[in-house]
């Protein structure tokens, strides 16, 4: 499989929550890549979702998604230097589960700096052959 990236600029708003989640699906169709596009939006939905909870209206929202050999990296970007937090599980908090399913998904994932503020991705490997 030949490497293709691509980058979506969106506003941190709730709309772009399933507007990202559809975005990535019809790319990784487009790209006929093997790998399980239901676990990916579900883990984009996550991580979009948690810009728009933590982050709000105080910085810009981008979905990159990139695949070369058999990874997929899909990374979302936004202003906020404060890092993600994989949260205790709780029965008082009906949220904060999130990234738990990220960590438990994908994987690998992390979260990087940039131009001040971070990228938190995750990768994917293709289903065993």
């Known amino acids: 499989m030949s490497s293709r990236s691509a980058s979506i ?11 990202a989640r559809h975005l990535m699906q019809e790319l990784l ?6 790998h399980d596009r239901e676990d990916a939006a579900l883990l984009v939905t996550e991580l979009v979702a948690n810009v728009v909870d933590h982050v709000g209206g105080e ?18 970007v936004d202003g906020s ?10 029965h008082d ?5 999130g990234l738990r399913m990220v960590e438990t998904i994908a994987h690998r994932w992390g979260a990087d700096d940039h131009k001040g503020g971070k990228r938190v991705w995750f ?5 065993a052959v």
């Open 9 to 19: 600029d969106l506003p941190p708003t709730a709309g772009s929550v399933p507007a």
């Open 29 to 34: 169709r487009v790209w006929e890549v093997p």
């Open 59 to 76: 910085a810009d929202l981008t979905l990159e998604l990139s695949v070369s050999a058999d990874w997929l990296r899909i990374a979302v």
């Open 81 to 90: 230097s404060i890092r993600p937090v994989v949260q205790e599980l709780s």
């Open 93 to 97: 908090r009906p949220r904060g589960r």
């Open 123 to 127: 990768d994917l490997r293709p289903p």
